[in-house]
């Protein structure tokens, strides 16, 4: 199952995608959250989907694409998680994963547009696959990781490197302004997605590619991230673990690139559909 989100930011709506049409479901589930997720929400709204009982309004066209998940408790990121990507920035591979939090108020859709935050020089991009976690877990084993994965989406995990790298402190600073966190186009359920492993993962900015990994580049893969992090703080139904991008982001090019008001930004990874943002300077957003 696909699950998605639509409206405007403030008034989403939970809705599913069947086929070349969205379909809003929002008279059997409030949204797409902790509560749903924690309470076998995907079972149950599979199996009122499949009695054929019911029969979900279509969403216009026109409707915005939302997250496709309310704001979580969390969002948990995995640095230098793939070979390549250490290779590029002059890093050698952790040991363990080096992990960071992503404020939650970054999150926006698949489409919304990348805001370049005030006395922002640096701007990155950095497609990552995203896993959504469907039950609580704390200081579980690696065996048991997957059986407590919703699903799956594309995060781009947008970062100003002058922020997260030039201004002291911890990364959070970089990552975390309004709208560094679109999600989407949907969520894919665990159910229908039967491995990670081979995952394609591409970027292009004004249509170069600048991304085109493999998540078999990972260093640590996904039931090993989960476990691991467990041990450090629960993780509750809901929560985003975005587990590191492939090489190419532009801080590590040669000389640098990075966003500037005008570009657009497209990102795919297989079986997860493809989003698009177009970068605006901060001062031409309304307020």
């Not at 639509?6 to 599913?16: A, C, L």
């Not at 970054?106 to 976690?133: H, N, Q, S, Y």
């Not at 292009?204 to 703080?233: A, C, E, H, K, W």
């Not at 690139?257 to 901060?282: K, P, Q, T, W």
């Amino acid at each position: 199952m696909k699950l998605c989100r639509f409206g405007e930011p403030g008034r989403e709506k939970p809705g599913i995608v069947a086929g070349h049409e969205r379909l809003d479901v929002s008279s059997a589930v409030a949204d797409f959250n902790e509560e749903f997720f924690g309470s076998g929400g995907i079972s149950w709204l599979s199996e009122w989907l499949a009695s054929g009982a019911n029969n979900p309004p279509r969403i216009g066209p026109s409707s915005r694409v939302a997250p496709p998940l309310a704001r979580p408790s969390k969002i948990i990121c995995v640095g230098l998680n793939y070979r390549e990507h250490a290779v590029e920035t002059g890093s050698l591979l952790p040991p363990e994963p080096m992990i960071f939090g992503k404020a939650t108020t970054a999150m926006c859709g698949a489409f919304d547009p990348i805001i370049l935050p005030r006395g922002g020089e640096k701007t990155d991009w950095e497609v990552e696959l995203a896993v959504v976690i469907g039950r609580r877990a704390s200081c579980i084993s690696e065996a048991d990781a997957l059986e407590h994965v919703a699903g799956y989406c594309i995060m781009n995990d947008i970062s100003e490197r002058a922020f997260q790298k030039e201004r002291g402190g911890q990364f959070i600073k970089g990552k975390s302004c309004d709208t560094f966190a679109p999600f989407g186009p949907f969520l894919l359920t665990a159910d229908e997605m039967p491995s990670t492993d081979g995952l394609s993962l591409m970027l292009s900015v004004n249509g170069s590619t600048m991304q085109n990994g493999s998540t078999s580049d990972m260093v640590f893969g996904i039931p090993f991230l989960i476990s691991y992090i467990s041990r450090f703080m629960t993780l509750l139904p809901g929560d985003v673990v975005s587990t590191g991008t492939p090489s190419g982001v532009g801080a590590g090019l040669r000389p640098p690139r990075f966003l500037a008001a005008g570009d657009v930004v497209e990102y795919s990874i297989s079986g997860l559909g493809s989003c698009r943002n177009e970068v605006m300077a901060h001062s031409q957003v309304a307020r």
